[in-house]
């Protein structure tokens, strides 16, 4: 599971930096058509293939992130039981789920955004989400250390052990 | 045989006169057969385009044709002076006339200089010739050598593949930076004149199958529909049809806009923001301006166009001399093999009077000596003395001969050989 877990989040980290590139291409070939540059010797993709990219890469990304956070979850539900929502990987990882779900709803259903320059936006703002779960990956203990949900659970845990422990010396007693 | 070239083109003749010496199609066989009747023994190809008209033509020998007989044959077939084919027409012989068609043939002479129809017409005028029987040995060579050196050009230099015609640049260089392709993109073509029907042209290669003309005249847009198998439309359904656009290309001839910013805009918003390029190729221009600075629209208008046309046009300047080298390279290796060609027959006639003469007196001997009654080893080794003494002799004039062809026989030696051993016409 915690295979899984890895290589979805890893595909849609990477989805999202596609989508984040493309839309930031779309960016630039939008800017040089409008400065009727067409036809210069510099030559980007077309703004129909990039804006295509842009979408599918905004679903794979939603997918891929989704199947990560659920394979997580359970996970943790099977290792320990529980689920450390207050550790800032699983927290900024959610909140990037959240914006995909949000961003890809808003492309599919929401009509003056369909297959216009907004999709493109929310891809770029995407990437801005990605780097903060990113950064709440790598700056935390998040998939480092297999035996600590969180700090908080490892003392509760402990404790209990502890009761458990001085119950059964009492009942020998 | 010496190729010849009588011709006038854009760059030399005014259209009055291009149009009175062009040939149809119909015309140009009945000239080439003309042609062959008076000059039996000829080689003539004939290219007649909008732009050009060219006769090139090679007689039998180098005093059967010269520039008053085909001037004067060009005049007969117009009912025109002679005088006056001579004043406006152009003409190159020998090598000038070969590296004149090669230019021609690489679309380094044409008057869109790089554009890839010339080849075609140079092609189809020698095909004509060929089936009419006027090609010959001289013209073949040529008229292939010209291909080539018309190819090489094409894949050796860039010429070829800037646009320079605002329809062209419009479709192939901003379009394609739009869309992937256009299959399966609605295009409504606004206007059925001139501008409209080459731009239909452009779009039918381009691939562009759903395409609607629509235009004031309901007719005239039914009858270019009909001509490219497109749709068309009653010009009070143009705000319908730009709802359903991917592509809008404006070519009419309206003194106002058709479409201002505040019909569209409702417009733009039925059409959900989808991505729009509008093409504007009409002056007056046929959309407002600031339409094009609406989100997910792109517009074009001719100033953009031609200021892309003018810097393509400069990219193929660019790559002229690169172009001149090879065609200078071709006609000097058309020339070499040419001329070499040409000494061929007098080579074979020397060697063949020294084998004369060898024989001659290689028999007077064997009879003198009654060398046959001696071992055949010595008469062998007699015969390869006077082998060895010919080719010893020939060697230095034979090498010069060559030199001289490469040269194209400026020193005239093969005349001089042809004289000194009375080697005959």
New interface residues.
């Given amino acids: 599971m915690a295979f899984r877990h890895a290589i979805a989040m890893m595909a849609g980290s990477i989805a999202v930096l596609i989508g984040f590139l493309a839309g930031i291409m779309y960016l630039v070939q939008s800017r040089r058509l409008k400065q009727k540059r067409a036809g210069s010797s510099f030559r980007l993709p077309t703004l129909e293939s990039l804006g295509r990219l842009n979408r599918r890469c905004l679903v794979g990304s939603t997918i891929a992130v989704g199947i990560g956070l659920i394979a997580g979850v359970v996970m943790n539900l099977n290792r320990w039981g529980s689920v450390g929502w207050t550790d800032r990987g699983v927290l900024l990882s959610t909140l990037l789920l959240v914006w995909l779900l949000g961003a890809t709803g808003l492309e599919y259903f929401y009509a003056p955004a369909s297959r216009g320059r907004k999709a493109i936006y929310l891809t770029l703002a995407s990437g801005g989400f990605l780097v903060l779960a990113m950064i709440g990956v790598l700056t935390t203990s998040h998939g480092q250390a297999e035996k600590e949900p969180s700090s908080i659970e490892k003392v509760g845990q402990a404790t209990s052990a502890h009761i458990e422990r001085l119950d059964a010396t009492e009942g020998i007693r | 045989m010496k190729l010849q070239m009588i011709g006038c083109s854009h760059h030399d003749a005014a259209v009055e006169f291009r149009e009175k010496i062009s040939f149809t199609s119909d015309q140009v066989g009945q000239a080439l057969n003309a042609f062959r009747q008076r000059f039996p023994s000829s080689e003539i190809v004939l290219i007649s385009t909008c732009n050009r008209v060219e006769l090139y033509a090679t007689g039998g020998n180098d005093n059967e044709l010269d520039r008053n007989d085909v001037a004067s044959f060009l005049a007969d077939q117009h009912q025109l002076n002679a005088d006056e084919i001579v004043d406006q027409m152009i003409y190159r012989a020998g090598s000038d006339a070969v590296e004149h068609l090669f230019t021609v043939a690489s679309s380094l002479d044409s008057m869109v200089v790089g554009e890839a129809q010339i080849l075609s017409q140079v092609k189809q005028a020698y095909d004509v010739a060929c089936n009419s029987g006027s090609a010959g040995p001289l013209t073949h060579s040529v008229f292939q050598a010209a291909n080539r050196a018309a190819k090489r050009v094409q894949q050796e230099t860039s010429i070829h593949r800037r646009?320079v015609s605002v329809p062209s640049?419009a479709v192939g260089?901003?379009a394609?930076?739009?869309?992937?392709t256009l299959h399966n993109k609605r295009v409504v073509l606004c206007g059925a004149g001139e501008m409209g029907e080459e731009t239909l042209r452009y779009l039918k290669q381009a691939g562009a199958s759903d395409i609607c003309i629509i235009n004031r005249s309901y007719d005239r847009a039914v009858a270019l529909a009909n001509t490219f198998s497109a749709e068309s439309a009653l010009w009070d359904d143009l705000q319908e049809q730009i709802v359903s656009a991917d592509l809008l290309i404006g070519t009419t001839s309206a003194t106002e806009p058709i479409l201002d910013e505040a019909t569209f805009q409702p417009l733009h918003?039925k059409r959900?923001?989808?991505?729009l390029l509008i093409l504007d190729l009409a002056v007056p221009r046929d959309f407002e301006p600031s339409i094009?600075e609406l989100?997910?629209v792109?517009l074009?208008g001719i100033d953009?166009l031609q200021?892309?046309c003018d810097?393509?046009r400069r990219e193929r300047q660019k790559e002229w001399p690169k172009a001149k080298q090879v065609i200078s390279e071709e006609t000097q290796r058309f020339m070499q093999a040419f001329n070499h060609k040409a000494t061929g027959p007098v080579i074979q006639r020397l060697r063949e009077q020294a084998q004369d003469l060898k024989k001659d007196e290689l028999d007077r001997l064997i009879n003198k000596l009654r060398l046959e009654e001696l071992d055949p080893s010595v008469q062998k080794e007699i015969e390869k003395s006077f082998d060895r003494l010919i080719n010893k002799l020939l060697h230095p004039p034979l090498a010069s001969l060559r030199d001289d062809a490469a040269e194209g026989h400026r020193r005239g030696l093969l005349e001089a050989l042809r004289h000194l051993f009375n080697l005959g016409e």
Wanted: aromatic share 12%; net charge neutral; charged share 35%.
């Fill in positions: 646009r640049v260089e901003v394609t930076e739009v869309f992937d918003a959900k923001n989808r991505l094009g989100s997910n792109y074009y953009d200021s892309a810097r393509n």
